[in-house]
């Protein structure tokens, strides 16, 4: 056999840089809830290193000229008679609650979240499939949300929960309290349509379209995604779709 | 003289155990390496793709854009028209993720290739054309040279490139990456047309290494030794 010495050392030290930065990525909470796994390695470093390149860049915005004159709506499973209800009263009602690691719980209207600051975006909306479209989103940031029931300073994740039991997903602190990040209720200027998930949609314009998650009427915040579903972050990857989709 | 390819090195047959090795142990890892890898983006990249077979340019693009061009294949979703009466079914979880794991193996697996390309003179001496073709059995001609250096400078980092440019977090760091590719679903066709041209390029390299002979091209891939 010959295996130089220079073979073992350099062996010896990639695995202990893998350790080493397998250890860092885990205290600096840069592995995703479904970084365990046989596509662990890859989703970590996917998550790891665009969470560092990207904690604080901007979704490319468009202008209006831009906008799809053919946007598509990915159909919905059949929406029950609770949505029924609050949409054959204009969703004046529509609740949505704020929970978990929050100074002041709360439940906002839809009537009162259109009464908070707007955000506009002009931005593209890409399906994991491969289609896309480019709209104009209107919203209240998350952000503004968070500010107004008061965050508490252990919280890394926000759940959020669509009136579609099956659907829920969450995001880590970045990308809640980025400036794009808007609970959208209008969409080119109009009432969010209900195809496009009116009348409340969580917009994540610098992830996929399914982080995006339609009739949205509960948010969470949370220390620990564990505690959640199956504990790996959203519905996608019990339905073995990856958590983090920034791609 | 049959020998397996799994088989040790025989010595009486090879003469010479102590020339240098034809390839060396990096090229032959990487070389293996990478080609697990392709094959896994291959597939899924298939997967992926049979959710949505159609292609446009620009930004942006859906079922009710005219598509520049679609795949005549079935869909494995049904909201896709494709003319079959049928919908396939759904692989995009796995598929996804397996695409960019093998994507990262590949990148990082390349990065050092072309490290120790640079660095031992791997790129000058076999695979610059300028450099002397010894004419042999062991060298590359003119040609093949040239390919794989297209393969290696070209094909690999504009398909990264145009992988990349599908992001929308790399979108939002580098949206000037997008932009010069004409926009997301520019990105998206032109990544299908470089997997393309590396298909054929695949397909002609295997059919010059069986013509070349199989079993003794890919012993020696594997263990350096021709």
């Not at chain 1, 350099?10 to 046989?38: F, M, N, Q, Y």
């Amino acid at each position: 056999m010959n295996i130089s010495r220079r073979k073992l050392i350099t062996t010896g030290v990639i695995a202990t840089a893998g350790a080493s930065a397998a250890i860092i990525a885990e205290r600096k909470g840069l592995v995703p809830p479904d970084g365990a796994g046989l596509y662990g390695p890859g989703e970590t470093l996917t998550y790891a290193t665009q969470r560092v390149l990207t904690s604080h860049s901007l979704a490319r915005e468009f202008a209006p000229s831009q906008i799809s004159k053919d946007p598509f709506a990915n159909p919905v499973a059949p929406l029950g008679d609770e949505f029924k209800r609050l949409q054959a009263e204009a969703f004046v009602d529509w609740p949505l609650a704020i929970d978990g690691l929050v100074d002041r719980p709360a439940s906002f209207s839809l009537a009162q979240l259109k009464s908070f600051p707007r955000h506009n975006q002009i931005t593209h909306l890409a399906c994991e499939e491969g289609w896309s479209y480019i709209a104009q989103w209107t919203g209240v940031p998350l952000s503004h949300l968070l500010n107004l029931v008061g965050t508490q300073p252990q919280a890394r994740y926000v759940v959020y929960r669509s009136i579609q039991r099956d659907w829920w997903d969450s995001i880590d602190m970045a990308d809640a309290l980025h400036p794009q990040t808007v609970l959208a209720h209008t969409f080119n200027g109009s009432d969010l349509p209900v195809p496009f998930g009116g009348p409340l949609r969580m917009r994540v314009p610098r992830q996929l379209g399914y982080k995006s998650v339609k009739y949205i009427t509960r948010l969470t915040v949370t220390d620990d995604l564990k505690k959640f579903g199956k504990g790996l972050g959203s519905s996608a990857p019990e339905g073995g779709y990856a958590w983090y989709a920034g791609i | 003289m049959a020998d397996s390819v799994w088989a040790p090195v025989n010595t009486a047959a090879v003469a010479d155990t102590t020339a240098p090795a034809r390839h060396s142990a990096l090229v032959r890892a990487t070389h293996w390496i990478t080609t697990i890898a392709f094959l896994a983006l291959l597939l899924t990249g298939v997967e992926i793709l049979i959710s949505h077979p159609r292609f446009y340019w620009g930004e942006a693009g859906n079922v009710n854009t005219s598509p520049l061009f679609t795949i005549p294949i079935p869909a494995s979703r049904g909201t896709v028209p494709t003319g079959y009466g049928y919908v396939l079914p759904d692989q995009n979880g796995w598929s996804r993720y397996l695409h960019f794991q093998s994507a990262w193996l590949a990148v990082l697996t390349g990065l050092l290739y072309v490290a120790f390309g640079f660095s031992s003179g791997h790129f000058r001496r076999n695979l610059l054309p300028a450099a002397s073709n010894r004419g042999d059995a062991t060298s590359y001609n003119r040609l093949q040279r040239s390919t794989y250096l297209f393969v290696i400078f070209v094909l690999f980092p504009l398909v990264i490139w145009t992988g990349l440019a599908m992001s929308p977090a790399i979108a939002s760091v580098l949206p000037g990456s997008v932009a010069i590719l004409g926009g997301q679903q520019s990105a998206r066709t032109i990544h299908f047309f470089v997997t393309v041209a590396l298909v054929v390029f695949l397909l002609g390299h295997i059919t010059m290494v069986i013509r070349a002979g199989f079993r003794n091209r890919v012993r020696t891939m594997i263990t350096g030794r021709l």
